[in-house]
Every structure is written in C-alpha cells, then in structure tokens.
C-alpha cells in the first residue's frame, strides 16, 4: 500500500525558507514519478515540480524557478523553498505515480497517490 505523509510546514515570514519533507513508503524507490503540488484558498491545485522516475530528472513550474528545488534521499522526498512570499501561502501536497506520462506531469488528477498536505503560511 502506498502512502505519502507529507511534513515541515508552518508559519513564517516573508524572505524566510522552508524545508517540506514527504515521507513515502509502499513505492518501489525509483520506479514513480514523485511530485509537489500546492493549493491557495479559493484556487486549484497548482504544479511546483517533479522528480522524474528512473532517471530522476527535475522539473520546475516556471512559477517558482530559481525558488523551489525538489530532491529525494532513500524514501523521503523533499521541497526546499528559499525566500518565501505571502504569495507561497498554500497547502502543500506530495503526489507519486508510476505510469505518467510527460506531458501530463503537471496535471494532478493524473497522479494515483497523494499525502494529506502540510500547511505553509507566509506574512509579510
């Protein structure tokens, strides 16, 4: 069974970074895509990036280029984000799948498994 638990958010303030931490277990280390997704109040759940399977190629959303750097050790999947802004205020949620395609990577109806989501608030 799989299972992602996502943890790290909190609050803090404008310029701060952050450190999410997503927990998986049940997923054959290399063989899923993992991912970072976020939702604002009011709005859809938003791509942050991806780890491709295998290769484990990175990919950003051009949102958050040069911010956010997502990287894995053994089962835990990270997201580091550097110099917060209130704009980054969402509930962050770590998504995997096997089969995903490219091009649908920053879909989220496409991934199988996702975690609870950890709370990430940003004043200014």
């Known amino acids: 069974q799989v299972q992602l638990v996502e943890s790290g958010g909190g609050s803090v303030q404008a310029g701060d970074s952050l450190r999410l931490s997503c927990g998986t277990s049940g997923l054959t280390s290399t063989s899923y895509t993992t991912a970072w997704f976020r939702q604002a109040p009011g709005k859809g759940r938003e791509f942050v990036a991806a780890?491709?399977?295998?290769?484990?190629r990175t990919y950003d959303a051009d949102s958050v280029k040069g911010r956010f750097t997502i990287s894995k050790d053994k089962n835990l999947v990270y997201l580091k984000i550097n110099n917060l802004n209130p704009e980054d205020t969402a509930v962050y949620y770590c998504?995997?799948?096997?089969?995903?395609?490219?091009?649908?990577?920053?879909?989220?109806?496409?991934?199988?498994?996702w975690g609870q989501g950890t709370q990430v608030t940003v004043s200014s």
């Open positions: 998504a995997a799948d096997k089969t995903l395609i490219l091009y649908s990577m920053t879909t989220p109806r496409q991934y199988d498994y």
């Open positions: 780890l491709w399977r295998n290769a484990g």
